[in-house]
């Protein structure tokens, strides 16, 4: 009794995976021969773009219309159900032009196909060679055996992206408690925001989950603190003042003068090492009127750089090389050609605009600092650089910038991937992107001089998880 309790079991369940198909393009499965069979085995569509419009929007649509025609559909022959897995691309307009290829049992075919689309009251019988218009649904496939006995009716559901996954989505958040001249960091998943207010330096912090700024504390620091000067390398805090004397705090809130024995003017950002271990700052420092390069991991030493690009003969920092007010990108990687310090814009010592983007790598012995790259679409200091959708992107006065060759060539991103309008214009700035692919803007300062304290959140919508 067991046995052919058993037997049964397993023939049901082999009876039930017989009711469902998947179509893999050209491949369909083989059910049993029979005339008896109105099953679709494999669904395909192919159109052509439409050919109205800009020269823009028929190049989209091409593109649009190279995805459809590769597009492939699952077929659900329990709940008659046909459909494409993966959404054809934001925009795709199905009207015309518009052939369904489709497959039947390899031995007999299909009888009629009835096609029914909003338009039609009671349905036509297709010819199998017409196109269709798929841009309104429900649309059925209603297929009649051989025979004409048995019929199955096919909701043939096709799934169009409905917003645009290229478009930067943003939402202010809940604003900072005061304005003021001010850098924002994030440790963990707690953003610290410090801002000179009033003679003195204000910490508000909040959790990056839920924005609810609380004050804080703060020690140790005064209102000569250069905020640009501002970083956290692995979670310890670095900043120096305008007195060229350099600061750490190990919680962000209880601060210690540092001595080194250098009057630093900037710190330029964190080179990344082989391991987190391996980190270094790369600062400024004046010494007898000129400038040069230093190297440091805890601002307690630094090290001068004696050798830049292989050379001691002069380790000045060179004319046109950006001293203060430099947007700054630590690359991480586990290849070390790709493990370097990416700087944009900024003033040179003369105070003039830099519109150049340098590369600095750390070297046995020194530095090596690549050649300027120049480009004519922003310059000066208070810009933001960060990589986003694998890609560097710089934010200069509300307008975004993009660079796939690591700032060898840049262009202006398009119009959908730009600040929320209703952002005030500004510079200066503080940018943060989370693990969520979420672009964090804190302050800054508009074009008539107003420290801002407002706060948004942004992310492409292809980058929601």
């Not at 893999?24 to 059910?31: E, K, L, T, V, W």
């Not at 823009?56 to 219309?65: H, M, N, P, S």
């Not at 250098?262 to 980190?279: E, M, Q």
């Amino acid at each position: 009794m067991k046995l052919k309790y058993i037997t049964y079991l397993i023939c049901g369940f082999l009876l039930s995976l017989s009711f469902m198909s998947c179509d893999s393009g050209s491949n369909s499965y083989n059910y049993e021969n029979t005339n008896k069979d109105p099953q679709i085995y494999s669904f395909s569509i192919a159109g052509s773009p439409d050919q109205t419009g800009d020269s823009i929007a028929k190049v989209r649509d091409k593109e649009r219309f190279e995805i459809v025609n590769k597009t492939k559909f699952a077929i659900d022959q329990v709940r008659e159900r046909i459909y494409n897995p993966d959404s054809m691309p934001y925009g795709t307009v199905l009207k015309n032009k518009v052939l369904p290829t489709l497959s039947f049992n390899p031995s007999y075919g299909a009888g009629t196909v009835e096609v029914t689309i909003p338009d039609s009251l009671s349905g036509f019988i297709w010819n199998q060679t017409d196109s269709i218009d798929f841009s309104k649904q429900p649309i059925t496939f209603k297929v009649s055996s051989p025979d004409g006995l048995n019929q199955k009716v096919y909701n043939i559901d096709i799934r169009i992206h409905k917003i645009d996954p290229d478009t930067l989505t943003w939402a202010q958040m809940p604003s900072l408690p005061a304005a003021g001249q001010s850098k924002t960091l994030l440790a963990g998943d707690k953003f610290y925001t410090y801002s000179i207010q009033g003679g003195g330096v204000s910490l508000y912090t909040t959790f990056l989950t839920s924005i609810n700024w609380t004050s804080e504390s703060v020690a140790g620091l005064n209102q000569d603190i250069l905020t640009e000067s501002l970083f956290l390398m692995n979670s310890v805090f670095y900043a120096i003042d305008k007195n060229g004397l350099s600061y750490k705090s190990t919680d962000g809130k209880t601060w210690a003068a540092v001595s080194n024995g250098k009057y630093v003017v900037s710190v330029l950002g964190i080179v990344p090492g082989v391991g987190r271990a391996d980190d270094i700052l790369v600062v400024i420092f004046e010494e007898d009127g000129k400038y040069y390069f230093g190297k440091t991991k805890d601002m307690s030493t630094v090290e001068a750089v004696t050798n830049v690009n292989g050379s001691s003969v002069s380790y000045e920092v060179p004319s046109g090389f950006p001293v203060t007010g430099v947007a700054s990108l630590p690359s991480y990687s586990d290849n070390k050609n790709f493990r370097m310090l990416i700087l944009s814009g900024g003033l040179d010592n003369s105070g003039k605009e830099i519109s150049d983007t340098w590369v600095v790598r750390n070297a046995e012995g020194g530095l090596e600092i690549s050649s300027f790259i120049r480009n004519i679409l922003y310059k000066g200091p208070g810009l933001s650089n960060f990589f986003y959708d694998e890609q560097i992107y710089v934010l200069a006065q509300n307008k975004f910038y993009i660079s796939k060759t690591w700032g060898d060539i840049w262009f202006a991103a398009p119009n959908k991937q730009m600040l929320d309008p209703d952002m005030t214009v500004r510079s200066g700035q503080s940018l943060i992107v989370d693990t969520e692919n979420n672009i964090w803007i804190f302050g800054g300062i508009s074009e008539n001089g107003t420290y801002l304290n407002d706060v948004w959140k942004g992310r492409l919508n292809r980058l929601i998880p």
